[in-house]
């Protein structure tokens, strides 16, 4: 799996909370916007209880080539995340799901197109 062509994907974080990562702007073409943020906050409190949510601009850099990429991160606390592994793995794919959903419905109602820069 190429991280690139997946939309929202999670990852494990130490002392076993959960991170999901929306690839936004390879999708988008654009930033998420804060209206769209707080959205996918509503999406995500009724199967998590309480998520922090961050919109950023990552940079890769490397002698060849700079990448600019817009990504949102969403962080459920170790306290939410169930400690058995078929519960949390049952968490994960629900908010993975909800994150891809709400991406597909921001895309759709603002889409900017990509370019080479």
Known sequence: MQVENVIAFATEEKPAGLEIRINFGVFAGRDATAAELEELGKLLVPEAGEVSIVGEQRHEISEEAEILLHQVRVSVSPEIVPDDPGARKELCE????????????????????????
């Open 94 to 117: 629900r908010l993975v799901t909800l994150a891809e959903i709400w991406t597909r419905q921001c895309i759709n109602e603002r889409h900017a197109e990509m370019t080479d820069l």
